[in-house]
């Protein structure tokens, strides 16, 4: 596993998509956490949203079990310190009985700029929109 000093946060948001679709295929967990407010909010499952050590399991226990992606972002809007991101995602995971899924879906994100002047999620809402 690659260390977070080789992974940069970035300051374009258009950009987030394909930095989160980076960290996730990684594998490194740490570099999918360093994306996120530290208050964030992400719906994994529709209607569950997660925050906290919560989120943090559902990230680990997804890579774990081997989840790969592929994203593409529809659309971006930007104001401020603020940034909505629309996003096309398909995802092959294997479920708890070992059977590999394919999902998809269009992702509904709101990024937060931080002071550092790094986009970070602060709503990652995959099923943000029926497809």
Do not use: C
């Not at 990230?59 to 593409?72: C, L, W």
């Not at 708890?96 to 992702?107: N, P």
């Not at 937060?112 to 990652?124: F, H, N, Q, S, V």
Request: charged content about 30%.
């Amino acid at each position: 596993m690659t260390s977070l000093q080789e992974f940069e946060l970035t300051d374009d948001a258009t950009k987030q998509t394909e930095l989160y679709v980076r960290a996730f295929n990684s594998g490194n967990v740490e570099w999918v956490h360093a994306l996120y407010t530290e208050d964030a909010v992400a719906v994994w499952e529709p209607g569950q949203p997660l925050t906290g050590e919560a989120h943090r399991r559902n990230v680990e226990e997804a890579i774990t079990r081997g989840a790969s992606m592929e994203a593409k972002t529809r659309h971006a809007f930007v104001t401020g310190d603020t940034a909505l991101l629309i996003v096309d995602w398909t995802m092959e995971a294997t479920n708890e009985e070992g059977v590999v899924e394919h999902l998809e879906g269009v992702g509904v994100d709101v990024l937060r700029l931080g002071e550092d002047g790094k986009w970070r999620y602060a709503i990652d809402d995959p099923f943000g929109e029926e497809k």
